[in-house]
């Protein structure tokens, strides 16, 4: 199993540019989450998706939509991209009712 | 609200010393307390969790206790390695079911 996979690694957006942030996962996991890193800080959760059709708004929604067609993927949709999106971006999957996530290597991503 | 947070943003410990990482949170509602380890340019790992009807948990080298008295919730590392330096994060869950809340991370290097 790959696991949890994230394209791209690392991204330089101007601002106002958009952009997706792809993750999917074989592990057939139903929750999905994305979560966002600033330098230093812990992480703070975007919006999670437990099934196919289904999103909800985490801490952090704004500026940000995803959508989840399959249960493999959970893309993450920059509209209009602003310097505070500067982060690093995670994806984690993991079974319905069951605390461990796996986590994906992190998207770099840099607005200026 | 909802807050989860650390004592010590950073932890120097020799090796083969034992490590404790501690963090303090705020909402008594919580059921799963949660433990991941982040190593540098990567994603977290699940290290180990507990539930709130227990007070003490053993992994391999790591334990986790839980005091809900004082809303306190401690990792503890026996032999710390080299390969234990890393960022850990305590995190917080209402039921299995609900979003996963996580602290701001303590830092902890190992002095060979």
């Known amino acids: 199993n790959a696991g949890v996979t994230q394209t791209p690694k690392f991204r330089i957006l101007k601002i106002g540019q958009s952009m997706t942030l792809q993750c999917t996962q074989d592990m057939n996991h139903n929750y999905m989450y994305w979560y966002r890193q600033d330098p230093g800080m812990g992480l703070k959760l975007i919006y999670y998706?437990?099934?196919?059709?289904?999103?909800d708004k985490g801490e952090v929604p704004n500026g940000y939509n995803v959508s989840r067609s399959t249960t493999e993927d959970f893309p993450l949709r920059l509209e209009l991209a602003a310097p505070s999106q500067t982060s690093v971006y995670f994806c984690?999957?993991?079974?319905?009712?069951?605390?461990?996530?796996?986590f994906g290597p992190g998207t770099r991503l840099t607005v200026t | 609200g909802e807050s989860v947070g650390l004592h010590l943003p950073t932890l120097s410990v020799q090796e083969g010393d034992n490590s404790i990482i501690n963090c303090a949170y705020s909402n008594s509602a919580s059921d799963y307390f949660i433990w991941y380890k982040q190593e540098s340019g990567k994603g977290p790992q699940f290290i180990i969790d507990i539930r709130s009807n227990m007070d003490k948990r053993q992994g391999q080298r790591v334990t986790v206790l839980l005091n809900k008295t004082v809303k306190h919730l401690s990792l503890q590392i026996a032999a710390t390695q080299p390969g234990d330096s890393a960022v850990y994060f305590c995190a917080e869950q209402k039921t299995s079911y609900d979003k996963v809340i996580f602290g701001p991370g303590t830092s902890l290097s190992v002095i060979p």
């Open positions: 998706s437990v099934g196919a059709g289904i999103t």
């Open positions: 984690a999957s993991s079974y319905e009712g069951v605390h461990e996530q796996y």
